[in-house]
């Protein structure tokens, strides 16, 4: 019997349409089957799902669906990351307005995203530029000022005089704006920041609870948070050397074991004393001048050659009042972190080892590593951070770090100057307060007002949304809001005179901080969130996203959490108690001779036994096959997701994406393993048809007993459903696609053999195509659904119930045991789970690889260590 073929372009759309009209995705907020909440990274609307989004929400779908047929009540939404800089570009490039443009972008997406055949529940989707999302947010930022969680704080920021706007450190090159190319000057500005760093110690311990979540995620979090346990230390100045009589200068160090070893002492560039001692000094002044131009970001300057300028001050070392040390003003000390000074100890610091060796100060090796001599021990080029024992130490000479650092901490807290200790131990961490404020118009507006005789004032409640203007113009460098004829004037909530509202914009990662809370109930008007639905249908149960946003967007959100919290938004400080990391869609590259990329759809690959060739299709003319790269626009190595499902299907799309590689790795997007995914779906179909013809014959009861065929196929079955099953739990969906494959080999193989079947096995064969379409239902839910129909099920295989396992079909009957002749390995066999010691030495005995191992020696004994090995001595 042949089946016509299947054809995804009929079918896929249909069904999809049937999905909406039942509106089955829907989850309910009073449904009382237990939660599950599953969730993929809300895109942001650029304009096209690329291939990346294809997997991603995938990846979540298959688990979404499984965990509806496993009866639970999920929560599988979707909506839009929408406000951003790519919206004001397009409004200057191509002059159309950023919210229709945004907009646009949004339904052609969501088309897109419809026709991958995802189960998305689109009656709670939002976007993050509606008004009456971006209300709530507004109304948050409120609380969590009226809670001392949000503050103005004045931080010196790289500004770009051209393009009128503050630059991360990221986007100064060789101190000029990344886009302008102009001078970029550092500027004392107010800005809004969230006080993230109340929570610092919060969110380092608790990232041991979060067991579902990645470990390397989880490292790169603390790595950010960035916890250094240390002592603060005041150091005398001679005062005779300072700028103004300054007496002390206090540095931060995790190493006060290494005092000994000290060298010189070193400050920022930004630290007051090097500012007043520039305000003396034109060589120093032009030195920092300098210094500053190549730019603030660490990583320049953890790379940038160590320079110095001795300041002439001379600072006292805290154990000797005769041993002076001199200040430097030094491009590797930064202002931000700890006090802006450190004291500096070659020997046993790689910066400081570089420094010295620039201006010559020598050092002295004060931790010696087990094994060296003391007497010989000398650093050169390297410095040594290792274990050892002190030395060169006076009294700390033979402790260990950890007791001299503790030593050191005690004797500096005990020892007073004025009324204070000397010392104290302080823990630093990296994190600073999350500054929010942009200088932008296309982002939610930050609802305060200046007013010169009330300071700063809150939007009051009943005025929000503070909605952005739709009449600007971006004719202008600078933040459009603040170019606005009217938009900022306004009088003053409090004392009604004249006053203007704040023009700077929230940055973009406040809109993701709590999507997925707001998701829990986007209906109500009134709050934020409706706390017992949120904490009901909260943490988000499977978080899937990119690694890119491992650390920034993961942080933020669990600070969000924490802070609704405490403005009691919500009751609980995680946000997401599994997260799983996908890997990237990569791609070869081609180039032409003349260096210019093209596309992978304009080229033909040619393959002539082991070589490869491509030629452009267009010319003939031969290209250059590139690495394997992350598909991007810049090399054009990209493959359209509509290409892909007019051509395919979406349900090919989906099994390739899933079946190819371990979702947490890249996959090679690769057009044969494409077309053997198409195959796939076809012989899915031929086999289901064939099942469904014969299992016309099956009795409609179960028959009360299964011969040996009938049982096997229904182990194969019940083997794939239980393998399959805790594989999606697990997310190891290739795996899940390897054993599906299997079993419908084995599905195969028995339809091959039974044209006209007995009873027993037509029964077991239609429970078989049951079950091999329900485990593909999640993956290719489209062709699932036509399948259920010629199986003459009832109903959607979408609302179906997960199959029940029947355990007692999956213990195996039979064992292998490796088989030893005199201790060494010689082959193994294959017995009955219930075989006797004699049933098992006479089939041991009967395999040439022992009879030839024996050689014709006489056997003397035989053990059989159960189920394990059996050991022949001859
Ligand atoms: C003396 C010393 C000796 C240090 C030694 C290290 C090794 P983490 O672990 O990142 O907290 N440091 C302190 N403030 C700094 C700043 N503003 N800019 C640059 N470096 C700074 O690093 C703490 C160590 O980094 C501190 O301990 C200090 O140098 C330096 F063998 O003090 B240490
Ligand atoms: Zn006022």
Request: glycine share 6%.
């Amino acid at each position: 019997m042949t089946a016509e073929r299947y054809n995804a372009r009929e079918s896929e759309p249909r069904w999809q349409a049937t999905w909406d009209q039942k509106a089955i995705f829907a989850s309910k907020n009073d449904d009382p089957r237990p939660k599950y909440y599953v969730l993929e990274m809300f895109p942001y609307p650029s304009g096209r799902i690329h291939i990346g989004h294809v997997r991603n929400y995938t990846l979540g779908d298959v688990l979404a669906r499984f965990m509806r047929a496993r009866g639970y009540n999920v929560l599988h939404p979707m909506g839009w990351d929408a406000f951003g800089l790519p919206a004001e570009n397009a409004a200057i490039e191509r002059k159309v307005a950023p919210k229709a443009w945004t907009y646009d972008n949004i339904a052609a997406m969501k088309k897109q995203l419809r026709s991958i055949g995802l189960s998305l529940d689109w009656s709670r989707e939002f976007a993050t530029c509606d008004p009456s999302y971006y209300k709530h947010q507004q109304k948050m930022f409120l609380d969590m000022l009226a809670a001392g969680l949000a503050e103005r704080e004045k931080r010196k920021l790289n500004w770009d005089p051209v393009d009128m706007t503050v630059l991360a450190n990221e986007q100064v090159i060789d101190g000029r704006g990344w886009r302008s190319g102009a001078v970029v000057e550092q500027r004392e500005m107010s800005q809004w920041v969230f006080k993230i760093t109340k929570y610092a110690q919060e969110l380092l311990d608790a990232l041991d609870g979060l067991d579902r979540w990645p470990d390397k995620v989880r490292l790169m979090q603390r790595n950010w948070i960035g916890r250094s346990e240390g002592v603060l230390i005041r150091f005398a100045l001679d005062p005779a050397t300072t700028p103004a009589g300054e007496s002390e200068l206090k540095i931060f160090t995790t190493r006060p074991d290494t005092l000994f070893g000290a060298k010189f002492m070193a400050i920022s560039a930004d630290h007051p004393l090097a500012q007043a001692a520039a305000a003396k000094n034109p060589k120093l002044a032009e030195f920092i001048a300098d210094i500053k131009k190549i730019g603030t970001a660490q990583s320049i300057i953890d790379t940038a050659e160590k320079q110095g300028f001795d300041t002439g001050i001379k600072a006292v070392h805290p154990f000797d009042p005769s041993w002076k040390l001199p200040v430097y003003v030094a491009n590797f000390v930064l202002m931000e972190y700890g006090t802006g000074a450190i004291f500096g100890c070659p020997a046993h610091d790689q910066r400081d080892l570089d420094f010295v060796n620039k201006y010559n100060l020598g050092n002295v090796p004060v931790v010696c590593p087990e094994g060296q001599d003391p007497k010989t021990f000398v650093i050169t080029d390297v410095a040594y951070d290792g274990d050892g024992r002190m030395i060169n130490s006076r009294f700390l000479d033979g402790m260990t770090i950890e007791a001299a650092k503790e030593e050191v901490a005690k004797r500096l807290e005990s020892e007073l100057r004025g009324n204070a200790p000397v010392g104290e131990r302080q823990v630093n961490f990296r994190l600073r307060d999350w500054g929010i404020s942009r200088q932008r118009y296309w982002g939610c507006p930050i609802p305060v007002i200046h007013c010169p005789k009330c300071d700063v004032v809150p939007v009051p409640d009943d005025q929000l949304p503070v909605t952005l203007p739709e009449d600007v113009s971006f004719d202008r460098p600078g933040n459009a809001l603040d170019h606005h004829p009217t938009w900022k004037h306004v009088s003053c909530p409090k004392c009604g005179g004249k006053a203007v509202r704040e023009t700077d914009t929230m940055d973009t990662f406040v809109d993701s901080s709590w999507y997925f809370a707001r998701f829990t109930d986007p209906w109500n008007k009134d709050a934020p969130t409706t706390p017992a639905v949120a904490n009901r249908m909260m943490p988000v149960d499977q978080y899937i996203g990119g690694v890119e946003h491992a650390i920034l967007h993961l942080l933020y959100s669990r600070f969000f959490t924490r802070a609704m919290k405490a403005t009691g938004h919500i009751d609980m400080s995680e946000p997401f108690a599994g997260m799983f990391t996908q890997g990237m869609v990569v791609h070869e590259t081609y180039q032409k001779a003349d260096g210019v990329w093209v596309t992978p759809a304009e080229v033909k690959i040619e393959v002539d036994g082991n070589a490869r060739r491509a030629v452009l299709l267009a010319t003939g003319e031969d290209v250059a096959i590139g690495p394997i790269e992350k598909m991007s626009k810049s090399k054009k190595n990209t493959v359209d997701p509509d290409d892909i499902i007019a051509s395919y299907g979406a349900d090919v799309a989906r099994w390739f994406m899933l079946s190819d590689s371990p979702p947490d790795r890249d996959v090679i997007w690769s057009d044969e393993r494409v077309q053997g995914a198409a195959r796939f779906v076809q012989r899915l179909w031929r086999l289901v048809n064939e099942s469904a013809e014969i299992a016309k014959a099956a009795p409609a009861a179960r028959p009360g007993t299964f011969g040996p065929e009938a049982q096997a196929l229904r182990k194969a079955a019940h083997g794939a459903l239980d393998k399959v099953s805790s594989g999606i739990e697990r997310l190891h969906f290739n795996v899940c696609l390897a054993h599906i494959r299997e079993f419908a080999n084995a599905l195969a193989e028995v339809l091959a053999k039974s044209d006209k079947p007995a009873a027993d096995v037509a029964w077991a064969l239609k429970e078989a195509a049951t079950i091999l379409v329900q485990l593909v239902s999640p993956m290719m839910p489209h062709l699932a659904e036509e399948c259920w129909v010629v199986l003459g099920q009832s109903g959607l295989v979408s609302e179906a119930d997960w199959p029940q396992i029947e355990r007692d079909l999956l213990v195996e009957d039979s064992v292998t045991l490796v088989v030893q002749v005199n201790g060494k390995k010689r082959g193994d066999v294959t017995v009955p789970r219930t075989a006797q010691n004699a049933e098992i030495e006479a089939a041991v005995l009967a395999l040439d690889a022992v009879k030839a191992a024996l050689d014709g020696k006489p056997v003397r004994k035989v053990i059989v260590v159960p189920m394990r090995i059996v050991n022949v001595v001859g």
